[in-house]
Every structure is written in C-alpha cells, then in structure tokens.
C-alpha cells in the first residue's frame, strides 16, 4: 500500500505558476507510474499528466501541454507538476495518483490517490 500526500496549492493571479509535490510512502516509489489529475466544481475528474517509472516518460492532456510539467525524483519519492502560464480554468483540487492498472490516462484505472490539493486562479 502506497500513500500520496500532495501539498503545494494555493491561489495565484492568471500567468503566474505553482508547483505542485506529492510525497509517497514506502521503498517501491520507483515501480509506480504516477498521474497528475484535476476536478473542477461540478465536474469530472480529469487527467492531467503522467510519468513513468525512470521519469524518462511523460504525456499530457491537450489542455496543458506546453504550460505543464511532470518529473520525478525517486530519490525522494516524490513527483511534481511544475505550472505555468496559470488560466482561471486551471482552477481545480489536483490529486497524484499512482500504480495504473490500466490505460495512465484513466482516472479508473489508478489504484492509489492522495487527498488533492486546491489550486485557485484569479483572472
């Protein structure tokens, strides 16, 4: 069993950036493929980035590419998500997840998550 705490939220003017962390627990960090995903009031959850195992593989959601990053340090068994050029619709609680059963741009098919952390972007 894995947990995930994410911290690293908060509230930002339009433009800015935030950095993102989720800690994890335990020795096998490095085994996991870890997601980034957002929810929005009164919407689905919906993925945001993803890594793998070495770091040596991200993919993105079409809305965030080229603003957002992922990457990892195993060493510390932590990812990030590094934001930039924040809009008003990046606000949403952004959660980590890890150890996809499934496709890694399936919110169903991850089998750990954090509690999320809020992120809000004033225009």
């Known amino acids: 069993q894995v947990q995930l705490v994410e911290s690293g939220g908060g509230l930002v003017q339009a433009g800015g950036s935030l950095r993102l962390s989720c800690a994890a627990s335990?020795?096998?960090?490095?085994?996991?493929?870890m997601g980034w995903f957002r929810q929005a009031p009164g919407k689905e959850r919906e993925f945001v980035a993803t890594i793998s195992r070495s770091g040596g593989s991200t993919y993105y959601a079409d809305s965030v590419k080229g603003r957002f990053a992922i990457s990892r340090d195993n060493a510390k068994n932590t990812v990030y998500l590094q934001m930039n050029s924040l809009k008003p619709e990046d606000t949403a609680v952004y959660y980590c997840?890890?150890?996809?059963?499934?496709?890694?741009?399936?919110?169903?098919?991850?089998?750990?998550w954090g509690q999320g952390t809020q992120v809000t972007v004033s225009s």
């Open positions: 335990g020795r096998t960090f490095s085994r996991y493929v």
């Open positions: 997840a890890a150890d996809p059963s499934g496709n890694w741009d399936d919110t169903d098919a991850y089998n750990h």
